[in-house]
C-alpha cells in the first residue's frame, strides 16, 4: 500500500511564500518521479512541478523562478517551496508519484492553497 501524506497549505497574502510537503510511504528507487500538481476551480488540472531519482527537474512556466521543488530522500519526502505568491496560484495542490515510467500513479489527498488579501 502507497500513501502520501500532505501538509503545509493555508492562507498566504500576495506576494507571500508557502512550503507545501509530502510524505511517502516508500522510497520512489531509482526510477521513479515525485512532484505537484494545482487544481484551481474552473480551470483543468496542471502540472506544477516534479523531480525525478536522479534529480531531474521540471517546473510549469507559471511557477518557474518563483518555486522550487526540494527532495529529502532519507525522509522519503517532496517539498514545494512557493515564493512570490499571486492570488492567481490559489488551488488544491496534490502531491504524486510514480516508481517506474509505466506504473500508475499515487496521489496525496491535497492541500488548500489560497492567496488572498
Known amino acids: 500500500q502507497v500513501q502520501l501524506v500532505e501538509s503545509g497549505g493555508g492562507l498566504v497574502q500576495p506576494g507571500g511564500s508557502l512550503r507545501l510537503s509530502c510524505e511517502v510511504s516508500r522510497s520512489i528507487g531509482s526510477l521513479g518521479v515525485m512532484g505537484w500538481y494545482c487544481h484551481a476551480p474552473g480551470k483543468q488540472r496542471d502540472l506544477v512541478a516534479s523531480?525525478?531519482?536522479?534529480?531531474?527537474?521540471n517546473y510549469s512556466d507559471s511557477v518557474k523562478g518563483r518555486s522550487t521543488i526540494p527532495r529529502d530522500n532519507a525522509k522519503n519526502t517532496v517539498h514545494l517551496q512557493m515564493n512570490s505568491l499571486r492570488p492567481e496560484d490559489t488551488a488544491v495542490y496534490f502531491c504524486?508519484?510514480?516508481?517506474?515510467?509505466?506504473?500508475?500513479?499515487?496521489w496525496g489527498q491535497g492541500t488548500q492553497v489560497t492567496v488572498s488579501s
Open positions: 523531480v525525478s531519482s536522479r534529480s531531474i527537474t
Open positions: 504524486y508519484v510514480r516508481f517506474t515510467v509505466v506504473g500508475p500513479l499515487y
